[in-house]
């Protein structure tokens, strides 16, 4: 009755709040509460409920096919996948020594690395916060390493500034942070902030912008052992009699605006390469494998699916085998998960809805080329510090990338030579021959360092667009793209539900695709089990 | 003649510059020459010249100790060293399950951590500039992996701010640098930074200041989907129908500045914690085990030094087997290398010149307690996605850091549940009995985790001013005793040279003890070589 206190509880709560005033004020609502709202991911997805004997033919055995193959059959039904590849992962894919693969046109690569090197083609970190991959490898024990986004002691090189000499992160990410707090120290001090900021707050701002921007007792910085404390130093500290110090001399604000080195600084920052970020030990398709460890048994490989049809009782899908092509072939099930990429799935005949059709019409897929050479020796360590972490350049390349194991070790080492996303220097490598992608890749290297000309080895590439198995790297999505087609992608569609990084607001991360495998799944079985 | 050229080594005009301008000028001029100028170590020292079967006493087998015998050895010395404790290492000191230690006073403490789990009660980072040690480390092949410094979804934690709730460090380190970012922008587009830049620099300093500090379009940092992308979301993006993300409510500036957190920021970009620090896989008693596989035939260890006495024919030290301490015992060498703590140096009789005894006499020892704890399961990475790295508090305990090893697996962990140094606390601390300091470290640690209270196994604290073998931590040099003694310190006196952490500019690092010592056998060989 009214004035009464009422016990609810507080999912009923939150769930009343979102009703009322919408996600955000939920969510808002739930930190207030004390959950730990970030992740939507929960734990390990319960299917409860009788799946009565139900099938689902799954198309695709990477992360989100695999994902609802383990849970799936885990929840009583009678699973089997079709996969293009002769292994399992997708592109959750790495290279090794006497691995080979052919691209659209023909071309054939065979990887020629020394045991031990390897280049991860695909995917090669994970986010602290991608907790449903995180919980996987954890279940599927896959052990974990850290993978380096941010060294400092890395380059960032502008063709056009600095005469073409690369710099070091630190020096251009402290000078940066240092001559903008002495600019606004400057201001606060000048009495140009007093609108903006209370006379109490002022005075602990102006001891913060000191301590952030390492100035000195003046609020100016400059060279001396308070910047060379965070930029490093011209000679660093030492023992006995030869140990003192020389600090460097900071590069000018006006050098590093005009530079565009600055672009690069918020890469260090971002929530999705913010530390603690991971890589698993030996190889990002060890988590293929330990996928495949627990589902292999369910998946035909080499299976090229060319049409999918649905009716009241059940999914046709009709496929062919790549190594006897002659016959096609069918497979039937109750349902159907999936997870081709859309830039084949919208070639294939599949007899869904006209909404959906539209959304699998509608995407993109984004243009990437990853290239990997080997040295003779890790002089990135041996004669620059540089150990893991990305160099950037407004080259082509636009990324190298130091291996992130193996550290301080002799013999030989393979980096990730150029790392091309987006925008035509993607498609103008996508369009060359494989030799001569590499052979760009170590000429442009070379300007960040010039010990590519006596110890390159040998190097592949991978050009996501002639990869016959995605025809591209990853679903590019654009905001209006989204807002007009993504809920209709993801509806279940008469007996079919589509998964895959492009059917979740995190594409191209692995995240994505296990997050979009779990959403359809549970709505699939919620299904199965009220029908 | 005048006018022509000449020919001159960089070398030689290096040397050149550096006697007419001094060191920082050389130092500059060496960066203009190409050279990559940051440390002072340049490779393996090279003792070149005959020894003539000179014999060497080296006083304690740290690192210092046995750098020195080491390499003297191999230059052919008769090398002997002197270890007071039981195991080879100094402060480079590892526990484990089953290692035991009795400090002053008596209270015996006995390691009960589970196999694999371990503390580094000293040492427990190698910055990636300290060149000597990471060489020394891939001599003696001690495999090395990340250490974490900075995690970004770790806590700071004030007491008195925000209600006594840890905050995430992406959350303080995003916000204040996009307010900071804000509220320059505002000026500069108010035309209050007319005087301090250009107007061309201004229109790239806006673009700048957008991208670095999470700027909307009319430069506001607020809750939307850029700053998100830095700071992360209140509900993060997912996949098919439940995907859509939530940014977070940002922190205002004024409860940053008041809260004081901002404090710990610097601590995440000084040149000694950047990217990319290492500790030994295993831990940080593997270098020292490393050195002990190859002079540990040198070793004569428990053998407590009580004076040390020279004349011109070479130096006898009087020492006590501590396992028959009856008999006193004496060693005799032509010279003497001691890297004994000057804390213990300076209560022992040693007949060297009033100049560096009294350099020996005036080095105070810092105070250090470090803290382990073993909890029943990893809750940190479990249940708040902490991945390695450090929280930062204002409680005495001043640090949690997670173990960098061991990442997203079941099972027990160790943290360092208290790191503290300097001031009133860790003198506090020293004075507990043990298991009152691990009582306290858990009761302080459960402010920032509330499942201590029921994860807690067991603890083991080390105290450093009660460590027989240091009675402190390291040498806590002031610049004015620096300037008045550190010169005297190095010199070689007579037939004894010192060399230690004591003896460098980089006190407390292992890279300190490293370089005293090739700084002090170069010397010491280069008199020998002459005489």
């Known amino acids: 009755m009214p004035g009464e206190p009422v016990t609810v509880s507080r999912r009923d709560?939150?769930?009343?709040?979102?009703?009322?005033?919408?996600?955000?004020?939920?969510?808002?609502?739930?930190?207030?509460?004390?959950?730990?709202?970030d992740s939507g991911y929960r734990g390990p997805i319960k299917l409860e409920g009788d799946?009565?004997?139900?099938?689902?033919?799954?198309?695709?055995?990477?992360?989100?096919?695999?994902?609802?193959?383990?849970?799936?059959?885990?929840?009583?039904?009678?699973?089997?996948?079709?996969?293009?590849?002769?292994?399992?992962g997708g592109r959750n894919w790495t290279l090794r020594g006497g691995d080979s693969f052919t691209e659209l046109g023909g071309a054939k690569q065979t990887c020629e690395f020394d045991d031990g090197l390897y280049l991860n083609p695909g995917p090669w970190r994970i986010p602290y916060h991608h907790r449903a991959l995180l919980d996987y490898c954890k279940r599927l024990n896959v052990a974990l390493?850290?993978?380096?986004?941010?060294?400092?002691?890395?380059?960032?090189?502008?063709?056009?500034?600095?005469?073409?000499?690369?710099q070091r992160i630190r020096d251009i990410k402290t000078d940066f942070q240092g001559q903008v707090s002495e600019l606004l120290a400057k201001v606060t001090q000048q009495g140009k902030?007093?609108?903006?900021?209370?006379?109490?707050?002022?005075?602990?701002?102006?001891?913060?912008?000191?301590?952030?921007?390492?100035?000195?007792?003046?609020?100016?910085?400059?060279?001396?052992?308070?910047?060379?404390?965070?930029?490093?130093?011209?000679?660093?500290?030492?023992?006995?009699?030869?140990?003192?110090?020389?600090?460097?001399?900071?590069?000018?604000?006006?050098?590093?605006?005009?530079?565009?080195?600055?672009?690069?600084?918020?890469?260090?920052?971002?929530?999705?390469?913010?530390?603690?970020?991971?890589?698993?030990?030996?190889?990002?398709?060890?988590?293929?494998?330990a996928f495949a460890k627990e589902v292999g048994d369910l998946i035909r490989y080499d299976a090229k699916v060319t049409a999918i049809a649905q009716d009241d009782r059940g999914v046709t899908v009709t496929w062919t085998d790549l190594k006897s092509p002659a016959t096609p072939q069918q497979a039937k099930a109750?349902?159907?998960?999936?997870?081709?990429?859309?830039?084949?799935?919208?070639?294939?005949a599949i007899n869904v809805g006209a909404r959906?059709?539209?959304?699998?019409?509608?995407?993109?897929?984004?243009?990437?080329?990853?290239?990997?050479?080997?040295?003779?020796?890790?002089?990135?360590?041996?004669?620059?510090?540089?150990?893991?972490?990305?160099?950037?350049t407004d080259l082509p390349i636009r990324q190298i990338a130091y291996p992130n194991s193996g550290f301080?070790?002799?013999?030989?080492?393979?980096?990730?030579?150029?790392?091309?996303?987006d925008g035509a220097n993607a498609f103008e490598f996508t369009a060359m021959p494989p030799a001569e992608r590499v052979a760009r890749a170590v000429e442009f290297g070379a300007r960040l360092h010039p010990q590519y000309a006596s110890e390159f080895e040998n190097g592949i590439a991978v050009a996501w667009h002639r990869m016959?198995?995605?025809?591209?790297?990853?679903?590019?999505?654009?905001?209006?793209?989204?807002?007009?087609?993504?809920?209709?992608?993801?509806?279940?569609?008469?007996?079919?539900?589509?998964?895959g990084e492009h059917a979740s607001y995190i594409p191209a991360w692995q995240e994505g695709a296990i997050l979009s495998s779990l959403d359809a799944i549970g709505r699939l079985h919620e299904r199965v089990v009220k029908t």
């Open 13 to 37: 709560l939150l769930s009343l709040i979102g009703t009322i005033s919408g996600s955000a004020a939920m969510y808002h609502a739930m930190t207030a509460l004390g959950f730990a709202a």
């Open 51 to 88: 799946a009565k004997g139900a099938s689902v033919l799954i198309l695709g055995a990477g992360l989100a096919g695999m994902t609802a193959a383990l849970e799936l059959r885990k929840a009583g039904y009678s699973v089997q996948i079709l996969e293009f590849n002769s292994r399992p």
């Open 145 to 166: 390493e850290p993978f380096l986004q941010l060294n400092h002691n890395a380059l960032l090189h502008a063709s056009s500034a600095f005469g073409g000499t690369p």
């Open 193 to 289: 902030l007093d609108e903006a900021v209370t006379k109490e707050d002022r005075e602990i701002l102006l001891q913060a912008l000191r301590a952030w921007g390492a100035l000195d007792r003046d609020y100016a910085y400059k060279a001396n052992l308070i910047s060379a404390d965070m930029r490093g130093f011209a000679k660093n500290p030492g023992g006995g009699l030869t140990a003192v110090p020389v600090p460097g001399e900071p590069i000018a604000l006006s050098e590093i605006l005009h530079s565009q080195l600055w672009r690069y600084l918020q890469n260090f920052a971002r929530y999705q390469f913010q530390t603690t970020m991971f890589q698993p030990v030996g190889g990002m398709d060890m988590i293929g494998k």
């Open 334 to 348: 109750d349902w159907c998960v999936c997870t081709i990429p859309l830039s084949i799935l919208s070639q294939l």
């Open 356 to 392: 959906m059709k539209a959304a699998i019409d509608a995407v993109p897929y984004s243009a990437s080329v990853k290239i990997g050479l080997q040295f003779k020796r890790r002089f990135w360590e041996e004669d620059e510090a540089i150990y893991g972490g990305i160099s950037y």
């Open 408 to 421: 301080n070790r002799a013999g030989k080492g393979v980096l990730l030579g150029a790392y091309l996303f």
């Open 468 to 499: 016959p198995f995605t025809l591209g790297c990853a679903g590019d999505w654009s905001d209006a793209t989204r807002a007009k087609h993504y809920n209709d992608l993801c509806q279940i569609d008469g007996r079919i539900v589509l998964a």
